[in-house]
């Protein structure tokens, strides 16, 4: 490679990560939409091109969709669950061998449909997605072959070089050929390797995503280290033509090699800790939402460096957004037993729509299987509940509603006659104060509710025919049929409650409301208390038109007065994107505090002022304090996708 080649090429990696992190709700939106709902593609040159070397770049199109019972004759692909590290040790010196090649790979079972795809194998072991783990201490020093067995592309091998580094290094293999390497680990942390077809460089027209060449790269400390699981998610994306013309979209997106419902079932018991490392190996968004608890984030990462975080700043969420490449510590405490989720909040990386084409032809008679992809079970042995109930319980009656086939919602009341897009009624409860709502569902389809970020029984969490617990489940709600929930409330906080069946048909046509915990002696004063949902009024999303902002067709004014503290809670309950809102007056931004993330409220540490807040995706709430100093008028601005909202604040003396 030229000198002046070399450094288009990093300039241009360089410019692609941060653009990639940048622009990544867009990206994966546009991903989404291909797969799911069937519009035309959509180009990505202006993110990803750079004409002048395209050229020098092959690109793999053959024929992938693998038919049920069929055999390809190619090697078979294998789930890896990352217990295993690869390589064999030798005098602190890890030996270790990779190739590259095609293979057969089956996302669900064997006998299923499957995927022609590239993937990295051990010399003479099975290949295997994600790639084979690299896992060493730290002091180690690595001698890396990877041989590429493809005969129509070049490889470019990234991640292998010591840690941490600001400068990323690559390896290009010519067809046939092993490239070799050695380095010293670096300092310990969560990383990840990967290797891209071509010379490196992103297509310029968005055809294709080879991110299941990809795996985990742990260094550990020398001593003190904790026992821990890896997860990491892949995901392969192609276009192909078939054989009558017509055009299919083929997906495979993975946790350890496997889609639900036939990823790995976690067993555990009330009372055990959890340490997993979550790796996202994809240049998607992934917002990673546990049902049920809270988890502690204590470290962040990407392929060139581990952040840890200080005790003081570990946030507590129930959703973690991870952009494109980057890698998570949480941390879990299982407090009572049932059934529970781990899995990926935007819609589209969920969705059965993502199985391949006649997978659901193989599932046995009766079984409705409304996820697939990114999603984990958890099973909980029985045992003790943390749940604490004070004072007499509340009865709340919730329904579902239609006031036609696209406007949905909840409401206190079984009419609906508003031909608008509403979210559902604002559901007030009181910490610790044990609340039976019970859902009528009036609507033609039937429904679920999924009480997202409450501390509650297993069965009542609304993951139909699967949050089970005490002997009882929660179901899917047929037309006509009811369903009565117990909701405990642990903590004051905001959170939102939602559909959690057909996600992208029912959260975009209305069936999500917000819902507010105040404190078990708190009282609750709406003149100072604002939420703002944000979600989409149908599955286009691509224009303002197709956004929503608590159903608002014009955002009405607001009035405060000097001194007062205001609390804004925002929350993104949208099938993909984020959003964030800032203050202004006379053009100068007002910053606001950061109270709460999730319905946990932040330590004292963490309640820092933000100009602008953090971009809020889907899955999570958070919590900003306003109090103004001066009179005035005030602009709060929403942006979400492609939308933008400003709310007038005019604020008087007294």
């Given at each position: 490679?030229?000198?002046i080649?070399?450094?288009?090429t990093?300039?241009?990696?360089?410019?692609?990560?941060?653009?990639?992190?940048?622009?990544?709700?867009?990206?994966?939106f546009i991903?989404?939409?291909?797969?799911?709902?069937?519009?035309?593609?959509?180009?990505?040159?202006?993110?990803f091109?750079?004409?002048?070397?395209r050229?020098?770049?092959?690109?793999?199109?053959?024929p992938?969709?693998i038919?049920?019972?069929?055999?390809?004759?190619?090697d078979?692909?294998?789930?890896?669950?990352?217990?295993?590290p690869?390589?064999?040790?030798?005098?602190?010196?890890?030996?270790?061998?990779?190739?590259?090649?095609?293979?057969?790979f089956?996302?669900?079972?064997p006998e299923?449909?499957?995927?022609?795809?590239?993937?990295?194998?051990?010399?003479?072991?099975?290949?295997?997605?994600?790639?084979?783990?690299?896992?060493?201490?730290?002091g180690?020093?690595?001698?890396?072959?990877?041989?590429?067995?493809?005969?129509?592309?070049?490889?470019?091998?990234?991640?292998?070089?010591?840690?941490?580094?600001t400068?990323?290094?690559?390896?290009?293999?010519?067809?046939?050929?092993?490239?070799k390497?050695?380095?010293?680990?670096?300092?310990?942390g969560?990383?990840?390797?990967?290797?891209q077809?071509?010379?490196?460089?992103?297509?310029?027209?968005?055809?294709?995503?080879?991110e299941?060449?990809?795996g985990?790269?742990?260094?550990?400390?020398?001593?003190?280290?904790?026992?821990?699981?890896?997860?990491?998610?892949?995901?392969?994306?192609n276009?192909?033509i078939?054989?009558?013309?017509?055009?299919?979209?083929?997906?495979?997106?993975?946790?350890?090699?496997?889609?639900?419902p036939?990823?790995?079932?976690?067993?555990?018991?009330?009372?055990?800790?959890h340490?997993?490392?979550?790796?996202?190996?994809s240049n998607?968004i992934?917002?990673?939402h546990l049902?049920?608890?809270?988890y502690?984030?204590?470290?962040?990462?990407?392929?060139?460096?581990?952040?840890?975080?200080?005790?003081?700043?570990?946030p507590?969420v129930?959703?973690e957004t991870?952009t494109?490449?980057?890698?998570?510590?949480?941390?879990w405490?299982?407090?009572?037993?049932?059934?529970?989720?781990?899995?990926?909040?935007?819609s589209?990386?969920?969705?059965?729509?993502?199985?391949?084409?006649?997978?659901?032809?193989?599932?046995?008679?009766?079984?409705?299987?409304?996820?697939?992809?990114?999603?984990?079970?958890?099973?909980?042995?029985?045992?003790?509940?943390?749940?604490?109930?004070?004072?007499?319980?509340?009865?709340?009656?919730l329904?579902?509603t239609?006031?036609?086939?696209?406007?949905?919602?909840?409401?206190f009341?079984?009419?609906?006659?508003?031909?608008?897009?509403?979210?559902?009624?604002?559901?007030?409860?009181?910490?610790y104060?044990?609340?039976?709502v019970?859902?009528?569902?009036?609507?033609?389809?039937?429904?679920?509710?999924?009480?997202h970020?409450?501390?509650?029984?297993?069965?009542?969490d609304g993951?139909?025919?699967w949050?089970?617990?005490?002997?009882?489940?929660?179901?899917?709600?047929?037309?006509?049929?009811?369903?009565?929930?117990?909701?405990?409330?642990?903590?004051?906080?905001?959170?939102?409650?939602?559909?959690?069946?057909?996600?992208?048909?029912?959260?975009?046509?209305?069936?999500?409301?917000?819902?507010i915990?105040?404190g078990?002696?708190e009282v609750?004063h709406p003149?100072?208390?604002?939420?703002?949902?944000?979600?989409?009024?149908?599955?286009?999303?691509q224009?303002k038109?197709?956004?929503?902002?608590?159903?608002?067709?014009?955002?009405?004014?607001q009035?405060?007065r000097?001194?007062?503290?205001?609390?804004?809670?925002?929350?993104?309950?949208?099938?993909?994107?984020?959003?964030?809102?800032?203050?202004?007056k006379?053009?100068?931004?007002?910053?606001?505090?950061?109270?709460?993330?999730?319905?946990?409220?932040?330590?004292?540490p963490q309640?820092?002022?933000?100009e602008?807040?953090?971009?809020?995706?889907?899955?999570?709430?958070?919590?900003?304090?306003?109090?103004?100093?001066?009179?005035?008028?005030?602009?709060?601005?929403?942006?979400?996708?492609?939308?933008?909202?400003?709310?007038?604040?005019?604020?008087?003396?007294?």
């Amino acid at each position: 490679m030229n000198r002046i080649f070399l450094i288009i090429t990093l300039l241009l990696l360089g410019a692609c990560q941060s653009s990639t992190n940048r622009q990544a709700s867009n990206i994966d939106f546009i991903r989404s939409r291909n797969v799911v709902c069937g519009q035309p593609k959509a180009s990505l040159a202006s993110i990803f091109s750079f004409q002048s070397i395209r050229d020098s770049l092959v690109k793999i199109d053959h024929p992938r969709y693998i038919e049920a019972g069929k055999r390809t004759g190619l090697d078979l692909i294998v789930p890896n669950d990352n217990r295993i590290p690869a390589g064999r040790l030798e005098q602190n010196v890890l030996k270790l061998d990779l190739e590259v090649k095609w293979g057969d790979f089956r996302m669900e079972t064997p006998e299923r449909p499957g995927l022609r795809i590239v993937a990295i194998g051990e010399v003479g072991k099975s290949l295997s997605i994600p790639s084979p783990l690299v896992r060493i201490k730290t002091g180690t020093l690595i001698e890396a072959s990877i041989s590429n067995k493809l005969k129509d592309s070049t490889i470019t091998l990234f991640g292998f070089q010591k840690r941490p580094y600001t400068v990323r290094d690559s390896l290009f293999v010519l067809p046939g050929e092993t490239g070799k390497v050695r380095f010293d680990a670096g300092e310990a942390g969560t990383y990840m390797y990967w290797v891209q077809l071509g010379r490196g460089i992103p297509l310029s027209e968005f055809s294709a995503e080879e991110e299941q060449l990809a795996g985990a790269f742990v260094i550990d400390p020398e001593k003190n280290v904790p026992e821990d699981r890896i997860f990491v998610m892949n995901v392969f994306s192609n276009n192909e033509i078939q054989k009558d013309g017509k055009d299919l979209w083929l997906e495979s997106l993975t946790i350890n090699g496997r889609s639900w419902p036939f990823t790995e079932r976690i067993e555990t018991s009330v009372g055990e800790i959890h340490n997993w490392k979550v790796i996202n190996a994809s240049n998607r968004i992934h917002p990673m939402h546990l049902h049920g608890f809270y988890y502690d984030v204590i470290e962040r990462g990407t392929p060139e460096i581990t952040h840890k975080l200080a005790p003081e700043q570990i946030p507590q969420v129930v959703t973690e957004t991870m952009t494109g490449r980057t890698t998570m510590n949480m941390r879990w405490e299982v407090k009572r037993p049932g059934n529970w989720l781990f899995h990926c909040h935007l819609s589209f990386h969920v969705s059965s729509m993502i199985r391949l084409p006649d997978a659901e032809k193989l599932d046995p008679e009766g079984t409705y299987e409304h996820m697939a992809g990114l999603v984990l079970g958890i099973h909980v042995k029985d045992g003790e509940t943390d749940l604490i109930s004070k004072g007499a319980d509340k009865h709340i009656n919730l329904y579902a509603t239609e006031a036609s086939d696209q406007f949905k919602t909840f409401k206190f009341t079984e009419q609906n006659n508003d031909r608008s897009f509403t979210p559902g009624d604002l559901l007030l409860l009181r910490q610790y104060q044990t609340t039976h709502v019970t859902v009528k569902n009036l609507m033609s389809d039937p429904t679920s509710v999924h009480w997202h970020g409450l501390e509650i029984d297993s069965w009542s969490d609304g993951v139909p025919n699967w949050s089970e617990s005490d002997g009882k489940r929660s179901k899917i709600i047929e037309p006509g049929e009811s369903f009565t929930y117990k909701l405990s409330t642990m903590r004051p906080g905001t959170f939102v409650y939602h559909s959690h069946l057909e996600d992208i048909d029912q959260l975009t046509k209305g069936l999500y409301g917000p819902m507010i915990v105040i404190g078990e002696n708190e009282v609750y004063h709406p003149d100072l208390d604002h939420f703002y949902i944000m979600g989409w009024k149908n599955d286009l999303g691509q224009t303002k038109e197709d956004m929503d902002l608590n159903g608002w067709e014009d955002v009405p004014d607001q009035k405060a007065r000097i001194g007062d503290m205001h609390r804004l809670r925002l929350i993104n309950i949208g099938p993909a994107g984020g959003g964030w809102l800032r203050m202004t007056k006379d053009g100068k931004i007002i910053p606001l505090k950061a109270l709460a993330k999730d319905g946990a409220e932040l330590p004292l540490p963490q309640q820092g002022e933000v100009e602008v807040s953090p971009k809020l995706y889907v899955g999570e709430t958070a919590d900003y304090g306003f109090t103004p100093t001066e009179p005035g008028v005030y602009k709060l601005k929403f942006n979400y996708l492609m939308a933008d909202w400003v709310q007038t604040w005019v604020v008087n003396d007294q």
